[in-house]
């Protein structure tokens, strides 16, 4: 096993400091968002990978997995990786990390990696929304690229049709308030359902359609809607820590989204966990719990170096054997609470 520095670490104080930077921006706070530090949650995180059944005779083997980054509200330490053969861990689009391995002419029939790290999350409260600043300027550059399609949400004539037929129903005029009304539109007219086929892709068409799917497909509307009527917003994907148990096996990801606001700066969102917490739905409208990592933002991601096609998103591990994608993946995620960390309940 080595142990990769690959962040440089930070005292306690370092990180708490962070969360007194979040509280100060509180000060247009409401009665519905006190005044107080982020909750903060710790777990020890293992995310173990094996690809199987390589063919004999391949030339080459190439494994992509995403290792999570560092961000104002995320803090990645004690970083180990335990596999058999040389690996790099590579900087790629939006701040994204992954490790990449390959193999030449390989003399095996399979390949194990396991990553092992430490997580400090912080719930991200957006405190601003009652009260902009001029303060907040756009990264113009940035929030191009959130105004742009992805290839499973296009923005064509019927989606600007059906975006702007929303927020003008709902009488809004600024950004915030169109924002707010795709949000409650989403909520009201998807549902999280994951019985049958076609769920998952984050396809805005298939949702629109559906009118039902996992987080993805909740998102790709928010999103795709957002977009369409000018206000950028963007897609991350990682995993929700589980809130009834201090440790076990996590079944699969989540994602979440946020958009930009002129004055405010990003405003979080999470509409699927809002669908199916209807007493939370104010709250996940300008926040993200702390029971929660990331792992990747955006989409249509190209990994480094450069994949077949490029990926929908990037949460699981993706393999390609002589430029072939595979699927014969067996992936195990598994998380312990930190001792003495807070255990946080929604």
Request: proline share 6%; with cysteine; glycine share 6%.
């Amino acid at each position: 096993m080595r142990k990769i520095k690959e962040y440089k670490a930070k005292s306690q104080l370092a990180w708490r400091l962070v969360g007194l930077a979040v509280l100060i921006g509180s000060l247009g706070a409401t009665a519905e968002r006190p005044r107080t530090l982020p909750r903060e949650r710790a777990v020890t995180f293992t995310y173990q990978t094996v690809m199987r059944d390589i063919p004999v005779g391949a030339k080459r083997v190439s494994l992509w997995l995403p290792v999570p980054h560092d961000s104002p509200f995320q803090r990645i330490t004690d970083l180990t990786i335990d596999c058999s053969y040389p690996y790099q861990i590579d900087s790629a689009q939006y701040g994204n990390r992954m490790l990449h391995l390959s193999l030449l002419n390989p003399q095996t029939d399979s390949v194990a990696v396991a990553m092992r790290f430490t997580a400090r999350r912080l719930e991200h409260i957006q405190e601003r929304l009652n009260a902009p600043s001029s303060s907040v300027l756009p990264h113009r550059q940035e929030l191009t690229r959130w105004l742009q399609p992805d290839q499973l949400v296009p923005i064509d004539g019927q989606i600007r049709q059906w975006a702007e037929k929303v927020v003008n129903q709902a009488g809004a005029k600024t950004d915030l308030a169109k924002a707010r009304a795709i949000y409650n539109h989403v909520i009201a007219t998807v549902k999280y359902d994951k019985t049958g086929t076609g769920w998952g892709r984050g396809d805005i068409y298939y949702a629109c359609d559906a009118r039902r799917g996992n987080c993805t497909d909740f998102h790709a509307v928010f999103i795709g809607y957002c977009r369409a009527v000018g206000i950028p917003a963007r897609f991350a994907i990682g995993f929700s820590l589980p809130t009834d148990r201090p440790a076990g096996q996590i079944s699969g990801y989540h994602c979440w989204a946020e958009f930009w606001a002129n004055g405010i700066g990003w405003v979080p969102v999470d509409a699927s966990e809002a669908a199916r917490n209807p007493a939370r739905r104010q709250y996940f409208f300008g926040a993200h719990d702390e029971n929660r990592i990331e792992f990747s933002v955006g989409r249509d991601l190209t990994l480094y170096p450069g994949q077949t096609n490029p990926l929908n998103y990037f949460i699981y591990p993706y393999a390609e054997v002589d430029n072939e994608p595979i699927t014969t993946l067996a992936n195990h995620v598994e998380y312990r609470n930190v001792p003495g960390a807070l255990e946080s309940k929604k």
